[in-house]
């Protein structure tokens, strides 16, 4: 079935919700703050954390596909703004350990909805052609709000409600999108076809989709992972306090910010499969390289180059997914949104490392590893692209 496409100002409210979708990056850096405001809490309790959030993204994701298909994909984002807006505004009520277990909780909800349905919502409004291209501009603007997450901790920080200022304004920002997007018409797709738990996990039947399944499991459990690593990593060889050591994390998500820019307009021109190669050879010299220098300069250069080679990852399996299978672009998308749950799996096993060996370069060394299943996965983009070629005529 061919949809209607919007073109000019209607695209920007969809646009804008990768934009709310970014407000997840925030929990890496907050986990950092909470153990700091609750003494006595180790890495292994604070990562822990993560599991509240990204746990949803297992259970839910499915089951949000069979929502998309009795309201539609427009109406799933909506909702899933206004549940970031009841989670956000959780801590301004109250701020102890288990308000903000819940709040996670509820952001982690939220995400997962607009994760599923706002990618294959994308389809509805641009071409085929395009879907790589502006799949990776959506992640730009997310990478844009990752980017501030930090600047704007670190200035909230200062002020006298503190870092905990975050909250309220990200509360403020999803209610702004959830009027923009409902006062945008879009015609959204509703699918005719039942869906059900064995029809959607039917599809791992594709050894494909297995592999990007698990691809997107370690693209988003190192990502998680980096962020609340890196800032502890500062501290730790450069003596940093966390409030100027959650900075590194923004020179992070601007080398992400700037890597898919770059990416999201090459990307309209040229093919995936050359970016995804060079992209995870040059993450991984960045990973390698923070083992290499002590100096503050010399971490930030790292974690700049492993942010460069990692901004287009996302968005070049997840297209490829869906191209591979246009027919179930609804769930293919929850099985790859389930992927997201590694920030729940990887991120409390480098909690348990750095308690360990006392160093945060065990939890780096762990991201490490993990990344090498990204260099194994070269060969299946490499085959699902020329398939998906053949398939098109291109």
């Known amino acids: 079935m061919e949809h209607k496409k919007i073109?000019?100002?209607?695209?920007?409210?969809?646009?804008?919700?990768?934009?709310?979708?970014?407000?997840?990056?925030?929990?890496?850096?907050?986990?950092?703050?909470?153990?700091?405001?609750?003494?006595?809490?180790?890495?292994?309790?604070?990562?822990?954390?993560?599991?509240?959030c990204y746990v949803w993204f297992l259970i839910l994701s499915v089951p949000t596909v069979m929502l998309i298909n009795k309201v539609g994909r427009k109406n799933t984002v909506m909702l899933s703004f206004f549940l970031h807006v009841i989670a956000l505004?959780?801590?301004?009520?109250?701020?102890?350990?288990?308000?903000?277990?819940?709040?996670f909780a509820f952001v982690g909800?939220?995400?997962?909805?607009?994760?599923?349905?706002?990618?294959?919502?994308?389809t509805d409004v641009v071409s085929t052609e395009k879907l790589t291209g502006t799949l990776t501009l959506g992640q730009f603007v997310k990478a844009v709000c990752s980017f501030?997450?930090?600047?704007?901790?670190?200035?909230?920080?200062?002020?006298?409600?503190?870092?905990?200022?975050?909250?309220?304004v990200y509360a403020a920002t999803s209610l702004v999108a959830l009027v923009w997007l409902w006062l945008t018409p879009?015609?959204?797709?509703?699918?005719?076809?039942?869906?059900?738990?064995?029809?959607?996990?039917?599809?791992?039947?594709?050894?494909?989709?297995?592999?990007?399944?698990?691809?997107?499991?370690?693209?988003?459990?190192?990502?998680?992972?980096m962020n609340a690593t890196f800032p502890k990593l500062l501290m730790e060889k450069s003596g940093l306090q966390?409030?100027?050591?959650?900075?590194?994390?923004?020179?992070?998500?601007?080398?992400?910010?700037?890597?898919?820019?770059v990416g999201g307009m090459l990307l309209l021109r040229y093919a995936e499969v050359k970016f995804y190669k060079y992209s995870v050879f040059g993450a991984l010299v960045g990973l390698l390289g923070m083992f290499a220098v002590d100096s503050l300069w010399g971490m930030l250069l790292f974690v700049s180059i492993f942010g460069l080679g990692y901004a287009n990852l996302f968005a070049i399996i997840f297209s490829l997914s869906m191209k591979r299978m246009p027919a179930k672009a609804n769930e293919?998308?929850?099985?790859?949104?389930?992927?997201?749950?590694?920030?729940?799996?990887?991120?409390?096993?480098?909690?348990?490392?750095?308690?360990?060996?006392?160093?945060?370069?065990?939890?780096?060394a762990v991201i490490a590893c993990v990344w090498f299943y990204m260099v194994w996965l070269i060969k299946p983009v490499q085959r699902t692209y020329l398939s998906t070629l053949s398939t098109h005529g291109k």
């Open 7 to 52: 073109r000019g100002i209607h695209i920007l409210p969809v646009m804008f919700g990768f934009f709310v979708m970014g407000f997840v990056d925030i929990i890496g850096l907050a986990i950092n703050y909470v153990k700091q405001d609750f003494d006595s809490m180790t890495d292994t309790v604070a990562n822990m954390l993560t599991i509240s």
């Open 242 to 261: 966390l409030k100027e050591a959650g900075l590194g994390n923004s020179v992070y998500f601007f080398a992400r910010t700037l890597g898919a820019f």
């Open 109 to 122: 909800i939220g995400n997962t909805l607009l994760q599923v349905a706002l990618n294959p919502l994308v």
């Open 148 to 168: 501030l997450g930090p600047i704007l901790t670190t200035w909230a920080a200062g002020m006298a409600y503190g870092w905990k200022l975050v909250f309220p």
């Open 332 to 364: 293919v998308s929850a099985l790859l949104i389930m992927g997201v749950s590694g920030g729940a799996v990887v991120t409390p096993a480098l909690g348990i490392a750095s308690d360990q060996y006392g160093t945060q370069l065990a939890a780096i």
């Open 186 to 225: 879009i015609q959204s797709h509703k699918s005719e076809a039942s869906v059900s738990f064995g029809g959607t996990f039917g599809l791992f039947k594709d050894r494909y989709i297995v592999w990007f399944f698990i691809g997107i499991l370690v693209l988003v459990g190192v990502d998680v992972g």
């Open 89 to 103: 505004g959780i801590p301004v009520i109250s701020y102890d350990f288990s308000y903000v277990f819940v709040a």
